[in-house]
């Protein structure tokens, strides 16, 4: 088995031991290189994609609020309300739960206490999104929802003594959760957690471009393959390209 470059350019394939300003242990660093710039750019696809899931969720929330405030006559899909939010909230809980174990094991820019700590200290609405994650995950499918309009206004809570009651094994934070308030604005609680998840997608791409060095990574590989081609193998002769 012979390391060789598969040229992007052309159809040819060129082994490294013919290449006169290459070395096999210069491929083999790049090759090292392009495994790890790989599963960099999975990561930040899978954050954007959850990223994008949620926003999703996000906005068809807002819209239906949006409805039954222009036609009281549909409040009888408060109940579809409900059920939205509760799936808002799980995947709340699935992105953060995500978010905490990856910088936890990729602490370069520090952003388990500076970030994802600080977001739930500071921010309520966090802390209740992630006890309503769990409360949907092991109690109930619909999050109680109370609303209150009068002429001017048409306003929806989520009513959390509701939770409380239901929610009777609550424990831990959980359970200081849902003690901590009675009620709590709809439209806050969606602008709030909409924000620290954006915010936590910003940071953590970041961290993975710059403190990471994918965006280093990807400038030398790049380069590497347009210069050399992709690495690969040649072996009783069948070519065979780096995964």
Known sequence: KELAMKSV???????????NDLSEKKVI????NIKEQSKQLTDIKQFYDEFKFFKTLNFEINLLIN??????????????LSRLLARYSYAFRDFVTFSDQYVVKHNSANLKKNLISAQFDNFYEYRLASTLGNFVKHRSQF???SNYFDKNTYDFFINIDSIAEIYTKASGQDKIAVHEKTELDLLDFLDVTMKCV????QCIIKQIFVDDMAGEYFKT????IYDYGIPCYIEDKKIQVFN
């Open 143 to 145: 999050v109680p929802i």
């Open 221 to 224: 590989t790049n380069k590497f």
């Open 198 to 201: 954006r915010v936590q997608t």
């Open 29 to 32: 660093g790049m090759m090292n």
């Open 9 to 19: 350019h052309e159809n040819t394939v060129t082994a490294v031991s013919k290449i």
């Open 67 to 80: 409805n039954i405030k222009e036609d009281p006559k549909k409040i009888y899909e408060i109940q579809h």
